[in-house]
Each structure stands twice: as structure tokens, then as C-alpha cells.
């Protein structure tokens, strides 16, 4: 029983140093190639920026907005305002203007340009 749990010890020991080995490797790594993240590091700005960050107000159809409560401390009501809009009577209204808006939106914003 003990000469089990002695291996388990040194393969969980072997394991930390593995793990520590490749994380300096890591660093090395980068250290080595700083220049080439530096290059990244706008990217990735932009990428955050403009299209992680919008998704942040997508909550908003998630909660009963109020301008007061902002968008953390407003009500989380969850799927209300999506079961409000399938089970409204004008569904079909909206939804087809909805669509020949758009469907004249690509016809003149596509083909005269």
C-alpha cells in the first residue's frame, strides 16, 4: 500500500516540475520573441475593442433596462421580453415589415451604388 502512494507522490511531483518546466519555456519564449507581440498587441486592441466589448450591451435584452440602473443595475427578467414578443398577436405584421424593410434596403443599396 505504502510503495503505491510513494508513486503517486513522485508522479504528482514530476508533474508540478513538468508543468514548471514548460511554463519557464513559456516565458522564454516570449521574452525571445517580444517584438513579434508588440506587433499582435494592436490587433488584439482592436479586436477587444470593437467587437468584445459591444457584446456587453447585449444583456440589455436579458434585463428590464432602466436609464437609472444602467445595464448592471437594472432587473434580470431573462427570456421575458423574447416570450412578450413570440406570443404578441402582431407577430406576423412585424416581422413581415421587418423583412421587406430590409429586402428594400438591399434592393436599393445593393444594385445602384
Given at each position: 500500500m505504502d510503495t503505491k502512494v510513494d508513486a503517486g507522490r513522485k508522479r504528482s511531483v514530476s508533474r508540478q516540475a513538468y508543468?514548471?518546466?514548460?511554463?519557464?519555456?513559456?516565458?522564454?519564449?516570449?521574452?525571445?520573441?517580444?517584438?513579434?507581440?508588440?506587433?499582435?498587441?494592436?490587433?488584439?486592441?482592436?479586436?477587444?475593442?470593437f467587437c468584445y466589448w459591444p457584446m456587453y450591451g447585449v444583456q440589455i435584452a436579458f434585463r428590464d433596462f432602466t436609464f437609472t440602473g444602467g445595464f448592471t443595475g437594472s432587473e434580470w427578467v431573462g427570456l421575458k421580453w423574447f416570450r412578450t414578443f413570440f406570443e404578441s398577436p402582431r407577430i406576423v405584421p412585424i416581422l413581415k415589415n421587418t423583412l421587406v424593410l430590409s429586402l428594400y434596403g438591399m434592393i436599393s443599396g445593393f444594385p445602384l451604388p
Open positions: 508543468r514548471k518546466k514548460r511554463a519557464s519555456a513559456a516565458w522564454r519564449s516570449i521574452k525571445k520573441n517580444w517584438l513579434l507581440y508588440v506587433f499582435l498587441l494592436p490587433s488584439l486592441v482592436y479586436v477587444i475593442l
